[in-house]
């Protein structure tokens, strides 16, 4: 098992990696890279990322095939798929890093946005429910019903989720709960910034 320091460094060595071109494979790497994990896996993070297209986490961390244990949803939401999917890679694969990665320009964000700005704004009944748990991250938030602005309410209510997926996979999950009580797994937030390609990490 690599340590979560460890893990965690990786990914931030990675980014920077990415920022300048990242690494180049060829056809005949991946083909060996495939061969050798044909048998198994052993991914060294877990990452929770929004399905957004332009946010792929295998390309804005640098990792390889078989490193990242790769969980996305739109508006990287935690519900019982999601924290089962992070209690198999903890507790079978052995991953020891958890990383629920936000990023700026969220359309997920915008819409929960929308329809706290607007209670009579309903999408489909799976929508709904999608930015009802985006809601749940600010229902409270005083800095997010004080902000005057869509953007800046936008900028709150993204990092807010993030930490509010964390929080969702520890209640959750007795598995996640105990294995981050013993040290034997980290969980941290992240926003990846859509124009400068930076994530940018939370305490």
Partial sequence: MVPAGEALLRLKEGNKRFLKGGHSLTALDLEKMR???????HPFAVIIACSDSRVPPSLIFDQ???????????????GPSQVASVEYAVDVL??????VVGHTGCGA??????AMM????HYSPSMDMLVGRISEAVEDDDAFRN???????CDIAGHANV??????LISLSDIIRKAADSGNVKLVGAEYDMVTGVVEWMD
């Fill in 109 to 114: 964000i915008g819409a929960a946005v929308k």
């Fill in 118 to 121: 607007d209670p009579e704004l």
């Fill in 94 to 99: 052995q991953s020891s890093l958890v990383v």
């Fill in 64 to 78: 390889d095939l078989g490193d990242l244990f790769v969980i996305r949803v739109a508006g990287n939401v935690v």
């Fill in 147 to 153: 902000a005057t602005s869509v953007d800046e309410k």
């Fill in 163 to 168: 930490r509010h997926a964390i929080e969702n």
């Fill in 35 to 41: 061969g050798e994990l044909a048998s198994g896996q």
